[in-house]
């Protein structure tokens, strides 16, 4: 992906998981990895995560946009971003 850190500061400030395109049932399917990715001190070697999009990249398990809320958060705003729906499209759309 590009210039979001993947990060656990980073992670803390993601609100992905409260958007509305993020299905209870994607997040239930998401739980066990994201909780081993994170139990790993370098979250910059983790591959992929259910979660901080626009680091990790595209979500495996959300396929609808319901809302978008990327413009809501801290990480999105420290970041400069500008795209929205990272969930659906790598690098936003």
Avoid: Q, W
Wanted: proline share 2%.
């Amino acid at each position: 992906m590009g210039s979001v850190e993947k990060s656990k500061e980073n992670l803390s400030k993601c609100i992905c998981m409260k958007c509305p395109s993020y299905s209870f049932a994607c997040k239930m399917k998401a739980m066990p990895k994201n909780v081993m990715s994170m139990m790993k001190g370098d979250l910059s070697k983790v591959e992929h995560m259910e979660g901080l999009f626009c680091s990790f990249g595209k979500s495996k398990c959300i396929t609808e946009e319901k809302g978008c809320i990327c413009g809501d958060c801290e990480v999105y705003k420290g970041n400069n971003l500008t795209n929205s729906y990272y969930c659906l499209v790598e690098n936003g759309k």
